[in-house]
């Protein structure tokens, strides 16, 4: 039975404790796991999608890791998950019995950047992802606005976790490239904050990579109207939503089309699952062969679609490869998309 128990005293934290008593793989060169934890920390509150993510990979990943150990998931939100990025870098266990679930936009603070960053993107050990996610604002049908055009005419007001998530990086981006008239406020711990702040009338919505964790969570909403979808950040429409255009409907010139595809190069790694710095390369190798065989594995899957959650993952060493590639890409380019995100 999982249960919540508090953590790191002076810190607002919460742990999920999922014991793993399933049969799993055999005891070969178990000796460094036999007996530990395995700490799996999220960047935002334990409630909504993180929490759900996290939960179902605590419950079935030390299966797949020889010695078993008891799987917990801990709670760091702040700064848009910088605050658990900073600490994965620099303060946690760096052996192996720590790793980390953070938004999909924080790995790519530093090159915009941010001065909350105090990582090097580049030096984590990716383990995969769990997801791919387009990004999409969604607001109220009570809102006045219900359009991209009414976007661009009226001020609409939506919720963030912080300066280093996706839920401020689109509405700066549209504000900056298309001059839309988002107003974002800030300060909610996880988006099921925000959600009820929305179904309270006291947000219009929010943007960001929800759009399959918010289905799940809220399926109603869906089938009764109670959400629009004025726009998505993407290329192209989605089939389950043909009338909503795509940002890039809207692009009239090659280097806002560049600053788009690199701001949007973190869909294709939501919920990014990483391991601090300095892991030994052999423990990173057997955390990323059980990352990849959770995500094979039957069990896990079925209790994904239990829970109406979707899953599209990514190997570690693509991610790897994936960042570099961004980080590559033309200084003009990155600058621009840094004068994006100073516009907030």
């Not at 007001?157 to 401020?168: D, K, L, N, R």
């Not at 008239?181 to 800030?186: G, L, N, T, Y």
């Not at 062969?289 to 094979?296: G, L, N, Q, V």
């Amino acid at each position: 039975m999982a249960q919540w128990v508090p953590a790191f005293a002076g810190t607002t934290v919460v742990l999920l404790v999922a014991l793993q008593t399933s049969p799993g793989w055999a005891q070969t060169n178990a000796d460094f796991y036999q007996g530990k934890t395995l700490r799996i920390l999220i960047s935002t509150g334990v409630a909504g999608g993180f929490g759900e993510y996290a939960r179902l990979l605590s419950e079935h990943i030390g299966r797949h890791i020889a010695g078993r150990p008891h799987v917990i998931v801990q709670s760091m939100p702040g700064a848009g998950g910088l605050l658990a990025a900073n600490y994965l870098y620099a303060s946690a266990a760096q052996d192996g019995t720590t790793i980390g679930i953070i938004n999909s936009t924080v790995p790519f603070a530093p090159l915009w950047g941010s001065k909350g960053a105090r990582f090097d993107t580049l030096k984590f050990n990716w383990l995969g992802t769990l997801d791919r996610a387009e990004g999409v604002c969604t607001l109220w049908h009570t809102s006045p606005v219900k359009t991209w055009g009414d976007m661009l005419a009226k001020e609409l007001t939506v919720g963030s976790i912080g300066a280093g998530s996706e839920m401020e990086l689109y509405p700066a981006m549209l504000n900056k490239l298309f001059a839309t008239r988002i107003k974002v406020v800030a300060g909610y711990k996880a988006g099921s904050d925000i959600d009820l702040a929305i179904e309270r009338g006291e947000l219009d919505g929010r943007c960001g990579t929800h759009l399959t964790s918010f289905k799940a969570l809220h399926p109603g909403w869906f089938t009764e109207r109670k959400i629009l979808v004025p726009v998505i950040i993407a290329e192209r429409r989605r089939a389950d939503l043909p009338d909503t255009p795509a940002v890039m409907e809207f692009v009239r010139d090659e280097p806002t089309r560049a600053q788009l595809e690199l701001m949007m190069v973190a869909q294709n790694m939501d919920r990014p699952v990483l391991a601090p710095p300095a892991v030994p390369a052999e423990r990173v190798k057997e955390l990323r062969a059980a990352f990849d065989a959770t995500m094979a594995d039957p069990a896990f899957r079925a209790d994904i679609e239990k829970r109406s959650l979707h899953i599209d993952p990514m190997r570690g060493t693509d991610m790897a490869a994936a960042y570099a590639k961004a980080f590559s890409f033309p200084p003009e380019i990155i600058s621009a998309v840094r004068d994006v995100m100073s516009a907030k």
